[in-house]
Structure formats: C-alpha cells, structure tokens
C-alpha cells in the first residue's frame, strides 16, 4: 500500500543492518512497483518501511540499499516528475545531471547521467535522485523550481519548522529564521 501522508513521507529512512534485510525490502518494492500504474521508481518509506532501500526501474530493475549519492554535478537540467504519493500531480524540479552512486549491495560506482541521446537516461537520473530524496524525507515539491506563489500560512509558531526553497536548495528551519528570507522574496514557503 503506497503512503500519501505527507507527514510521515518527511521522516528521515534508518539503513539497514544486512544486505539481505535490504534485497528482502528491494523485492516488497519491486512487486508493489509493478503493480502501480506507470511507475517507474519507489522508496521504501512510501510503503511504510523507514528503511534506506528505494527502488528504480527505467531501463532494469535496480535495488539500492543504503545508497548514497558520492558526487554530482554542477549543472542540472530540468525535469517533470510525478511520485506514486501524490496521485496526479507533477513538479518541475532542477535534478543534477549527472550523480555516482554507491550501495551496499553494488561493488564499485554506479554513475547516472542525463547528458545521453536516450531519454531514458535523463528519466532514470532523475529518478535515482527522487528515490534518494525520498529516503532522505525530501519529496519531489522541495526540488520544485516553480514553487507555489507564497501564501501566509493561518497560524505559525515561531518556533515551528517550515521548508524553504530558493528554486535550487531547500532549507528546514524555524519560522522565525525563515520568515525574513520569505518575506525577501528571494526563499519561497516550499509546497507543505
Ligand atoms: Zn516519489
């Protein structure tokens, strides 16, 4: 059953402990992947699972557990995204163009680049970084590069954390920090 509740799509994953607890929660995924409509990608926490494992299927399956994005590159290109969580809706997020990813269950690099002729390339570099994200409590509305117009929101305690966005980076940080950069016109409330 895949998760739509924000909230808990925002909590940091935990790795996992073994491989094979990894490969056990890589399989879950895959069948659920496969039974969703036109999905192409799926991390484990939209399942319920706070664990570090996502999932990625573009070109062939392929399990990452544990994984972590080693290096990236300067520039981004730009990409319209949907999220098996958010039913219908899609983002235009800046994704780096090309990342090296490692994983405990991958020896070596494994590099995803966008800069190709095939446009499946591009899909699964993008890909690999929503699933990362994912895993990371980011969804695909904290890389938005067209940010909902800023709405002051009903209520906010100075102290609550809220998510800003410059179009490029992200920021988690206490309203009272956040709201003179908000009110700068140059950080925008990110989709909450
Ligand atoms: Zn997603």
Redesign the pocket.
């Known amino acids: 059953m895949i998760i739509t509740e924000e909230a808990k799509l925002k909590l940091m994953c935990e790795e996992v402990k073994t491989v094979k607890e990894g490969e056990e929660i890589g399989a879950q995924l895959l069948k659920e992947l496969t039974e969703s409509e036109n999905g192409i990608?799926l991390?484990a926490n939209?399942i319920g699972i706070n664990k570090r494992v996502c999932v990625v299927n573009v070109k062939e399956p392929l399990v990452l557990i544990n994984p972590r994005i080693v290096e990236r590159s300067e520039d981004q290109f730009m990409f319209a995204e949907g999220?098996?969580?958010f039913p219908g809706q899609h983002v235009r997020t800046g994704r780096f163009t090309e990342v090296t990813v490692e994983a405990d269950n991958h020896e070596g690099k494994l590099k995803f680049s966008a800069d190709s002729e095939d446009i499946n390339d591009a899909f699964e570099c993008a890909c690999v970084q929503?699933?990362i994200d994912?895993l990371d409590g980011i969804?695909?509305f904290d890389r938005s590069v067209t940010p909902q117009p800023y709405k002051a929101p009903e209520k906010i305690g100075r102290n609550e954390r809220v998510t800003i966005t410059d179009g490029k980076e992200t920021k988690e940080l206490k309203w009272k920090k956040a709201q003179p950069l908000v009110e700068s016109g140059d950080w925008e409330m990110a989709s909450v």
């Open positions: 990608g991390a939209q999220c098996l969580s929503h699933e994912h969804t695909m």
